[in-house]
């Protein structure tokens, strides 16, 4: 059996109580849905229960459509309101990046999407700085430079440029790959759950500009990033993933920024990852991740 | 809910198919059994399903001995065969450790059963040698020694008195804690899956005699530590867990034995707490670990 | 050669400037000094310069007494100040332990010192309760319990008994092995650079109280703690040591308190090996580790 | 002062005895120079000394010619032999790269190199599949496609091919970014400590073919890479630089070749940049990098 085999997955999260597990798989059962992969979760201090469950496509006697119809109804049953979704590994997830001048994550991506390792549909790359547009194009992939101004009339338009060439693709993601703009608060709210940031430390530590010089001068041995959602609070999303890597005294700034660039490439990349394949489930400000 | 709650354990494998996980969640559900944590695995090469279940005992309208017995006719419509057990966390693990002189893995389980992180009925420590005996009786617990000679005929008798201190204890757990001895046939058959060894190199390097002498010769950069259960093949039964820590050129073998020895450690604690909590399932020579 | 041979040990600072090197190694070799270890930094942005040197105690002509009167001479030329001490591994060095109720951290050390991995001179322990006793004796270490009451000039009185308890022995290191009280400003002083810390996070994240759940809430993805010496400004002083373990959606607050003590033994003892050995030399809020 | 200010880097072994700290430093010393980093080592096991320095370039009164003339006379004095090179690192390190179909390595690198993270001169690719010509030729990168035939006397004239292509650069490092093919005697003799490979297994462990379904077969809990120079001995040559990630049962063959190339990548990158830095000593078959 091969893993890339198409599947359904489904994603759900209710409060606590008992035969919620059987009442899913039951509804699959009835059907001759064969899970090959599933994660159940139980949050005690919430009393929150999540699960995820990939059910091979082949092995339903129906679509994508009509699984969501059917499922709608269990997932009412079983108190879930919105907190469930249904997709299709089929459908290739559209992705549009954006980026600043810093191209290691950027690089990092095209490298796994052009290795045939991270099989996504990249639709766009907007900068706000053309540095990055040779590389994006020579992967084949469309690059916008929108430039921002310094006031804030010349920032909210160039946001606002942002925001419909992204809207335009009604995009899976959007991975803000060292992007060094702060969204607004309106495209928070718009892209949410679906804007991934890479921070460049280990959040909550060093939140803000310069977490590298801020870790240099606090001494830490140990340097990190992490891939959390864009919320309005800055650097305060759900937390996706985190990494860190060993730095002693031999490292200075420009070597932690070194060294640290491995690691928001790797944090990015998983996380980014995990989303697509619809693993996270956000709960209040923490996430459940499959 | 305090995590402390009694639960009843389903530890469970069988040949895939549909329906499993409705099947046994339904059985639950009938009763009212509240699930707690549950964890499911479909390994796509060997066409085995595994699931471990914590059912809250409270949640059930009877005790272990009915549910072990009601859950039998699950397990046996499903084809799991043996495969499978119902466990209690009320009943506390009855575990003996083996040793020789090395005491640091033994001080390292004494200390965290003192500190009652890791709450374990230990009913005796056996050593080859004296050394780690009034440690051991030091935090109450009996210490015997048994001599072992260098000829084959002292060595079975030696062993043939091991095997009756262990077994009067039936212990979930016979842990060799940096016992330098190779246990006979006999003993790996008697005690295979419940017998667990730490061995101080990550295996499959280094089997065999002083591993880190030979990781110092062949000039690696990390050194490791495995736990995994006792067979008769020589450092090859199925891995439980491992961990590696980094080492560079100013290590010499007396600092990579120093360094070795936390992962030893760490390694070993986590496998056994594993194993008492029946989250390890073999299958072949590969662990399932939820 | 023995790694335990006897060997002298210098820990030197000075402002960075040429020949500093080799107005040392000069010195050294000027007596037929057999250096076995070196380490050399220079701090780019402060411009300050580290060594630490281990020269074998019989390659010498002289004893420390003499070594450290000659090298004062060295010292001074290259304005080093008090920034540099020499010292012998042939002294044991004396250890006092200050603990609370949780004992992971102490059962931890005792086993490193039964097991003679960390070969010191264990002077005493005080805990401010007395749960702690009964192992610490049973390792034939003096314990002695002083109540900490809750009033201002109960806690005061109670420190100065600490003090007093602590400072008879002339300790090269006061381990604060999660003792639950904050320092006041007169011992830090007294005892700077010699009393260290095992904080339950990784800093700067989650200072103060209750880390493992400040961890909790916030959804981090990794645990840390660390090791740093005392200074009056609280979890604010200079870092030895750090080290995290990952955790995930299925860890709530009491599996991030047990898997946390493991990192937390480890960055202690680490951090207190490297301050035994005068590895640590200390500039401004940042460490150089060698 | 900027760290990418220019250079000398001074590597260095000989057999230990006392004397040569000083007697390289006072070298340096006397003409004036400024050691900005400095590595010592001794290897007690084997007698061994070594030492790496980098010395400013403008604080010299003479070029890199001129301190290699001089610095020849020190080396003999302390019996060096051959055991030691001056290097520039105002002169950019030429770099060829040796591919088969696997991207992963070579994207990685490109993008690296294109980030401006990895200041080399890649002169040329070269594979025996024409799959990456398209990426590196975007990068602006000479592709050579040299095909191998099955039959000895193709692969034969195939790396004879190789070999001049290679050799009209004269690089400092030939790198072998998962090229499938085993480099012949006289290759492994030619580029000796300039060829580096990059193994898909944490080595001893898994090497040759399939190490990651061997891996697999085996049931370890952490998967590996190590970047090791080429020698005659497949797979056994120094180990440059090792790394791990954690896999567990949810992750078959395909997972652990996804997560594997992660590791590959930054093991490489590591091992490659050590080794262009002159970081790396070779003594018998362990390696010393500062």
Same mark, same amino acid.
């Given at each position: 059996? +091969? ?17 919620? @597990?059987?009442? $899913?798989?039951?509804? =699959? ?15 005690? !201090?919430?009393?929150?229960? %999540? ?12 679509? $994508?459509?009509?699984?969501? !119809? ?39 991506? &095209?490298?796994? $999407? ?26 084949? =992939? /469309?690059?916008?430079? @929108?430039?921002?101004?310094?006031? /804030? ?8 440029? @942002? ?13 803000? #790959?060292? %992007? ?20 460049? +430390?280990?959040?909550?530590? %060093? #939140? ?27 650097? #305060?999303?759900? $937390? =996706? !993933? ?23 490439? &790797?944090? &990015? #990349? ?10 996270? &489930? ?9």
């Amino acid at each position: 059996m +091969s893993s890339s085999e198409r599947r359904f997955v489904i994603s759900f999260g209710c409060p606590d109580r008992t035969g919620i @597990v059987s009442g $899913i798989s039951s509804f =699959i059962a009835e059907f001759g849905g064969w899970i090959v992969e599933a994660g159940y979760h139980t949050d005690i !201090e919430t009393g929150w229960f %999540f699960t995820r469950q990939e059910v091979l496509a082949d092995s339903l006697p129906f679509g $994508i459509e009509e699984l969501r !119809e059917r499922f709608a109804a269990v997932a009412e049953e079983l108190g879930s309101e919105s907190s469930w979704r249904v997709s299709d590994t089929g459908e290739r997830r559209r992705v549009v990046i954006l980026v600043s001048k810093d191209g290691h994550c950027l690089h990092d991506l &095209l490298g796994r $999407i052009g290795s045939g390792e991270l099989d996504v549909d990249l639709r766009a790359v907007i900068g706000n700085h053309p540095d990055l547009g040779p590389i994006t194009e020579a992967h084949g =992939i /469309p690059f916008h430079h @929108v430039p921002f101004g310094k006031d /804030p009339a010349a920032k909210a338009e160039a946001f606002e440029q @942002v925001r419909s060439l992204v809207d335009e693709h009604d995009p899976n993601a959007i991975v803000l #790959a060292r %992007f060094m703009q702060v969204l607004p608060p309106e495209l928070c709210e718009a892209w949410a759950g679906r804007a991934l940031n890479i921070h460049h +430390s280990f959040l909550p530590s %060093f #939140a803000g500009a310069r977490p590298y010089h801020q870790a240099y001068d606090r001494g830490v041995k140990l340097i990190g990033a992490t891939c959390h959602y864009v919320t309005a609070e800055l650097d #305060a999303g759900p $937390i =996706i !993933e985190q990494d860190v890597i060993r730095v002693d005294h031999t490292d200075d700034v420009a070597d932690m920024v070194r060294k640290g660039r491995d690691i928001e490439k &790797l944090v &990015l #990349a998983r996380g980014l990852r995990a989303h697509l394949e619809d693993r996270v &489930l956000v709960h209040n400000r923490r996430t459940v991740v499959f």
